[in-house]
Each structure stands twice: as structure tokens, then as C-alpha cells.
């Protein structure tokens, strides 16, 4: 059954006449995606953070850091969703200060470049960027509490895996933990039933998978290789412990459970939790629905407790 507070908030959204992502270009889907990402949002904590531009493959690549109050326990790279298309660092200020203060961990979040302007595989190669970063810059980040996780919802999600798999194959930098949060997995779209099921009348819908997948891959909309749909990597062993979180009412839950039981099966530590009343996009609705407050609230103490663990 879904969510009762979700389902009152999503017929708000239903009654203000907002239209789909997918019926807009990309600078207009864009501003949308903003707003819709504020209506549900707790307020952002009150955490110090800044701003920093690093080299990247292709320009400067902006980031914003934020640092807990006490000595940090770790470092989380945050990286946003959003189909690769939409997103970026205002729309997830109130997520990352939250899990900042909430973890106990130093949060970098990643202003990586969006697509149709940007391709595949840009998203990736910056966040491989930010992540190589964050290692050469730890010490300042977290003192000696350098460990690293990597985090992330829906494509950030996918982005956050990829980069376990980059790490494993170029032998660094090394990543303690990576929590996905309804991620991204399959190579297309329709590959699974909940595609069918949950891609209408919800949050996330089937054509705008269609958009963000041709958006980010090009016409085809099919992801050519691992870094762009881990569940065609060859195999997970070797990975970081894993939190998967998924939705019931998500196209992405099927495949989110996949790739959960892929890593299962190739010996990776996994902590999958389905959430069955909620949908995609809880992770920006935690100040209007007390279920996706709590799942937050696992994903924040879950980070704290795996960096703890790693020292």
C-alpha cells in the first residue's frame, strides 16, 4: 500500500498541474526539477560549507563541502540524481548539510555535468575526478578519519557504483562503503517488470526514463558498458559493503534488487532494504513524509557506523 502521507503529497503535485520532465527541454526540466526537489525537503541543517573548483577531464568541476561540527568520521562523495540530466548542487543542499550533520561525516558533493550537453560517459569521468580528489585532499577534509564512502539516489546512485568498479579495476582510490539509494542499474529501460508496473502515475515515469536515457546515452538510450549500467559488469567481487535502499512503488525497484543480489553472490556485504509503500525520489521528500525521514535517517547512521567500523 502506498505511503498515505506520500500519497497526499504526491496529489498536490498531481493538483498543481506541474507537467512531466520528459514534456520539457532540458533548462526548463531543469528549473522544475528544482522546485519539485524544495517542496518536499526538510530544512538544511545549519553545518558550514563551501565551495571549491577542481580540475577535471574537461574544465573545472565545481564542488561544495560541508564539514560537521565535531571532528569528522569520514568522508562521504555525495552525488546527486536527477536521469544524468537534471540536478545539482542547490537541489540537494538541504540532503547533504542533513547527512552531514546527521553522519558525522565530512559530505562532497559533486556539481558533475549534465547531459544532452554533456554525454556519456562525462558524468562519470568527473565524478572519478572528484573522487581522485578527495583522496589527495583527505587529511584536510577529515584529519585522520580519511576513509572514504561513496553515496548516492537514482542516477547519482549508479554513478557511486561505477565508481566502486573504476576503483577495483585501477587499483584506487580506495572506498570503504558505498550506499546506493534506488539506483540506476540496467543497461535499458524496460528490462525489468516494475518498469510496467510503476511507470505511470507516479513519481519517476517510463518516458521520462526514455528522456534522461537518450539524453545521457543518445538516441539508442542503451548504456554501451559498466560504467554506464553496472549490472553489465562482469562481476562485483572485490567491492565495497553495500547499502542498497529501494522503493515498492519505483520502476527502478526490480533492478535495484538485482544488483543488490549480484553483489550478494559475488561475496559482497549487502544491507538491502525495501521500502514497499514508497516511491521514487524519497530521499528529497523527508520533510513531508515520516517513512523517507526514517529511511534517511538509516542511510545517515549506516554511513557513520561503516566509516567508524573502517578505522
Not at 526540466?29 to 571549491?52: K, N
Request: glycine fraction near 10%.
Amino acid at each position: 500500500m502506498l505511503d498515505l502521507e506520500l500519497a497526499s503529497f504526491l496529489e498536490e503535485g498531481r493538483a498543481s498541474g506541474a507537467p512531466d520532465l520528459c514534456d520539457l527541454p532540458p533548462n526548463a526540466a531543469r528549473g522544475l526539477y528544482r522546485s519539485l526537489t524544495g517542496a518536499g525537503d526538510r530544512p538544511p541543517a545549519a553545518v558550514p560549507f563551501e565551495s571549491r573548483h577542481i580540475a577535471s577531464l574537461d574544465g573545472m568541476l565545481p564542488l561544495r563541502i560541508y564539514r560537521p561540527a565535531q571532528t569528522a568520521k569520514g568522508i562521504v562523495l555525495y552525488l546527486h540524481g536527477g536521469g544524468f540530466a537534471v540536478g545539482d548542487l542547490e537541489c540537494y543542499h538541504s540532503i547533504c548539510s542533513n547527512l552531514c550533520a546527521r553522519s558525522g561525516c565530512a559530505v562532497v558533493a559533486v556539481d558533475y555535468r549534465l547531459a544532452p550537453e554533456a554525454r556519456f560517459p562525462a558524468a562519470v569521468d568527473d565524478c572519478y575526478a572528484a573522487l581522485l580528489w578527495v583522496a589527495a585532499n583527505a587529511g584536510e577534509l577529515a584529519g585522520e578519519a580519511n576513509r572514504i564512502a561513496v553515496a548516492g539516489d537514482s542516477a547519482g546512485a549508479n554513478l557511486a557504483a561505477v565508481l566502486t568498479l573504476l576503483s577495483r579495476d585501477r587499483q584506487g582510490p580506495a572506498i570503504a562503503f558505498q550506499a546506493l539509494v534506488y539506483p540506476v542499474t540496467a543497461s535499458a529501460a524496460g528490462q525489468f517488470p516494475s518498469y510496467e508496473k510503476y511507470g505511470a502515475g507516479f513519481t519517476l515515469t517510463r518516458r521520462s526514463i526514455d528522456y534522461f536515457n537518450q539524453h545521457y546515452f543518445g538516441p539508442t538510450g542503451v548504456a554501451p558498458d559498466f560504467r554506464g549500467a553496472p549490472l553489465l559488469a562482469s562481476n562485483l567481487a572485490g567491492l565495497p559493503p553495500a547499502l542498497v535502499q529501494v522503493a515498492g512503488y519505483d520502476p527502478l525497484h526490480d533492478e535495484g534488487i538485482a544488483y543488490a543480489e549480484r553483489l550478494m553472490a559475488d561475496g559482497v556485504a549487502v544491507s538491502l532494504v525495501d521500502y514497499p509503500g514508497l516511491a521514487h525520489g524519497f530521499i528529497n521528500m523527508t520533510g513531508r513524509v515520516k517513512t523517507a525521514a526514517v529511511a534517511f535517517e538509516q542511510l545517515c547512521s549506516t554511513l557513520q557506523q561503516a566509516l567508524e567500523e573502517d578505522a
